[in-house]
């Protein structure tokens, strides 16, 4: 008999006092979207109760909201410009349990060097830090990375505990052409069971239906309801994205309604660390979302649990029996200001300070491979770089548009100045 689950088991049913008990508490059913008042009872870091329960250690909550651990479905946590420790710490007080990442951005300089340097510095934290293999080493055929990642660099990572799949399919042409180095990584993602997140920005109609063919589940591009509408019509989950440079929240806000809120989850895709500190992480888009109208219950859901069913994370996302005592209390459903942070029925933050569990530990005595510390290897820039060499009748400007990612070309007359 598994002596751990026993006792679990004898917590829940009473025959022994649960080790912890949050008493009078309000609680988000994510099951039925609804508030639900209670006890939580905890006992090895699981759920194991809700209802009434006296606990050999009670805290009571007096009516404030309980809420499942908050998880970020796409980040690139080296965009953060922090190390994994570091960004734990940041985020850990605004109530985030989980992060789903996309090392792509550290590959493209280091390699599979810089896939185990994040794999290892992610160890250890109160923070679970769950991997999505970068699909698009280099992102573009053009591009001058450090590194060519195929399906077979790939493969050895699938055998990792907390690697979850590929990363978003940034080649969305290559894909729906069937280029042969990408239909590769996706087979190899298949015959080990595991996700595909996709990156398709404006993807419509064929080109769309040719891409979820490939077996992509995801996007976290939708810039427009149209376009997140259609893509959950062919079965993707979306994501939506607010972070530092997209900000796609208030153009998709009527997401947050039936019956599209049950296919979508709320994303940061990289947010800067003045940000974080600042402004918060997944709690912020909470916030957010509830001051233009969204329902703050779903807004929970969608920045909890459909990431945790999405990813099949299935024992955590909830507050239920057979959970994963990951929990956050916050004052209320409108202010969303986060009180306490447990990881396993352990507290780890309260009133935005951390305090160290048992189980946390430090990676940062871990050496920086070169490889990934001296990373700069690019020319001096000088000023005559900038200048343009032959003179023609118009010049291709590329144009950013503000809160997105997506870029405008306009054709503008050339000048010697």
């Known amino acids: 008999m598994d002596r751990m689950l026993a006792e679990r088991i004898f917590a829940a049913s009473g025959r022994k006092k649960p080790s912890l008990v949050l008493k009078n508490a309000r609680m988000v059913n994510v099951f039925t979207s609804e508030l639900e008042d209670g006890d939580i009872a905890i006992e090895g870091g699981y759920i194991v109760g809700i209802g009434f329960y006296e606990g050999e250690t009670e805290v009571d909550v007096g009516g404030q909201v309980v809420c499942p651990g908050l998880i970020d479905g796409h980040i690139h946590l080296e965009s953060s410009m922090l190390s994994p420790e570091e960004f734990a710490k940041t985020v850990i007080p605004h109530g985030t349990s989980a992060v789903i990442t996309d090392p792509h951005e550290i590959a493209n300089v280091a390699g599979t060097e810089g896939i185990r340097f994040m794999m290892e510095r992610s160890r250890n934290l109160d923070l679970d830090v769950y991997f999505m293999l970068p699909s698009c080493v280099p992102a573009a055929k053009l591009d001058e990375s450090g590194a060519v990642l195929t399906a077979d660099d790939l493969a050895p990572f699938y055998q990792e505990k907390y690697v979850l799949g590929l990363a978003e399919l940034m080649d969305s042409h290559g894909t729906i052409q069937a280029d042969p180095g990408i239909m590769s990584k996706i087979m190899s993602a298949a015959k080990h069971g595991r996700?595909?997140?996709?990156?398709?920005?404006?993807?419509?109609?064929?080109?769309?239906?040719?891409?979820?063919?490939?077996?992509?589940?995801?996007?976290?591009?939708?810039?427009?309801?149209?376009?997140?509408?259609?893509?959950?019509?062919?079965?993707?989950?979306?994501?939506?994205?607010?972070?530092?440079?997209?900000?796609?929240?208030?153009?998709?806000?009527?997401?947050?309604?039936?019956?599209?809120?049950?296919?979508?989850?709320?994303?940061?895709?990289?947010?800067?660390?003045?940000?974080?500190?600042?402004?918060?992480?997944?709690?912020?888009?909470?916030?957010?979302?509830?001051?233009l109208g969204a329902d703050p219950v779903r807004a929970v859901i969608m920045a909890s649990y459909q990431a945790a069913r999405y990813f099949r994370l299935n024992e955590t996302g909830a507050i239920a029996p057979g959970y994963q005592a990951n929990l956050i209390v916050v004052s209320d459903l409108k202010e969303f200001t986060v009180s306490k942070v447990y990881r396993k029925g352990i507290l780890v933050a309260e009133d935005g300070r951390l305090v160290q569990s048992p189980e946390a530990g430090t990676n940062a005595h871990r050496q920086i491979p070169d490889k990934v510390g001296n990373s700069f290897r690019l020319k001096e820039i000088v000023s005559e770089d900038f200048v343009m060499k032959e003179e023609g009748d118009t010049i291709r400007v590329l144009c950013l548009t503000p809160g997105e990612l997506t870029t405008k070309e306009k054709l503008v007359p050339w000048t010697e100045n």
């Open 195 to 291: 996700l595909i997140d996709g990156h398709g920005p404006l993807l419509s109609g064929r080109q769309l239906n040719a891409y979820i063919t490939a077996g992509v589940g995801s996007d976290h591009e939708c810039s427009c309801m149209e376009e997140a509408v259609e893509k959950i019509k062919r079965g993707q989950w979306v994501m939506i994205r607010e972070g530092t440079a997209a900000r796609n929240l208030k153009a998709l806000l009527p997401l947050f309604e039936e019956p599209y809120y049950h296919r979508c989850m709320l994303v940061t895709d990289d947010r800067h660390p003045g940000e974080l500190s600042r402004l918060g992480h997944m709690d912020y888009i909470i916030r957010k979302a509830i001051r």
